[in-house]
């Protein structure tokens, strides 16, 4: 199997040019290189002609090329549709905030985890991203816009936990000081609630956010839009949380999407507040995006604005995510169903 380069830390950059007999110090340069923009192994000129023909023939420089860019006109927000080198496609999120631009990225090619709300699960799962198709949708971002990207959301299509080993190894790749060098502090993870994994990122030292895709009050409700509450209840998933805070110290973000008649009556709001009261978190409430295929409808400002007031009552931050990019559809994983459509 030939290697990913972009996948790869610079100590096993080394360790490769070493077993092609070259000096350990090529590595370095390999990994510098890639993030100064070297997308052929030809364009290494530092390295030796010989030596380039020999890596090229057992490693490769993978790409991200540009389908589809949508920007918002109201807000600036830019979507990418991104083709990579197996023709399948992924989806990424430019967003400009005034503490800095974040980036959505996907994590995943589809993604099996089934919950009702999500375009990006209607198709399941194709595969998983390798570490390199991961930093590519940011640096590709940062090429085309000529803008730094400090913040992170792995919150784009995918489970990110359902990918364990390879989004691990993009957060340590993603923070190393001699490539994007993005702060783990900046970085959110998002899950639907894998508790076992949850309790395995606990023991990474990764001080990145954890977010907690809960969007309901109860297990019947939870049940009704997200499959992963078949096999894990809220409460084994809170006491996995508690521990995960118990361990990082780190707070936990719960996202909470608003469905008109489904989750949002402040009776709900109650349930929430007394499920979360004491526990070290925030509440993120998202009026949910109508899809095609559900009849989800996002609720009433006045709704949202009781539920958001009943929930505080309990000593609860919480907030009503503002909605960026609306005029391009900027959740993830509806420009890839739309062109899967137009195939």
């Not at 080198?85 to 994590?107: A, K, L, P, Q, W």
């Not at 590709?140 to 990207?149: F, H, I, K, S």
Request: proline content about 3%; some cysteine; overall charge neutral.
């Amino acid at each position: 199997m030939a290697f990913d380069l972009l996948s790869m830390f610079p100590e096993e950059l080394s360790a490769l040019c070493v077993d092609l007999g070259q000096p350990k110090y090529r590595g370095k340069q390999i990994f510098e290189g890639l993030y100064k923009g070297v997308r052929d192994i030809n364009e290494f000129s530092s390295l030796p002609k010989q030596f380039r023909e020999k890596l090229g023939e057992s490693a490769f420089i993978p790409t991200a090329k540009i389908r589809r860019k949508l920007v918002s006109a109201i807000d600036g927000t830019v979507k990418y549709l991104y083709e990579l080198h197996d023709g399948e496609t992924v989806e990424s999120v430019f967003m400009r905030y005034h503490h800095g631009n974040t980036m959505c990225i996907s994590t995943q090619v589809g993604c099996r985890m089934g919950c009702a709300f999500c375009a990006s699960t209607k198709a399941g799962l194709v595969r998983s991203l390798a570490p390199s198709e991961m930093l590519l949708q940011i640096i590709e971002a940062e090429r085309d816009l000529g803008e730094r990207v400090s913040n992170i959301v792995l919150m784009g299509m995918g489970e990110p936990l359902d990918n364990y080993d390879n989004v691990m190894k993009f957060l340590r790749l993603v923070n190393h000081e001699s490539g994007l060098n993005i702060g783990l502090r900046h970085i959110s993870l998002s899950t639907c609630g894998l508790v076992d994994k949850i309790d395995k990122l606990s023991d990474e030292g990764l001080p990145v956010t954890l977010s907690i895709s809960l969007h309901a009050p109860n297990d019947a409700i939870r049940r009704q839009t997200m499959p992963i509450a078949n096999k894990w209840s809220i409460k084994e998933l809170l006491d996995a949380c508690r521990r995960y805070i118990d361990k990082t110290g780190r707070r936990i973000s719960f996202e909470y999407a608003l469905i008109d008649g489904v989750n949002d009556t402040k009776d709900h709001a109650n349930e929430l507040g007394r499920l979360l009261s004491g526990m070290l978190c925030h509440v993120n409430l998202i009026p949910v995006n109508p899809i095609k295929e559900k009849n989800f409808k996002r609720s009433e400002k006045n709704t949202i604005k009781v539920f958001t007031e009943t929930v505080e009552t309990y000593k609860i931050s919480a907030t009503v995510r503002r909605r960026l990019g609306s005029d391009i559809n900027a959740s993830c994983g509806q420009l890839r169903a739309e062109e899967n459509e137009n195939k």
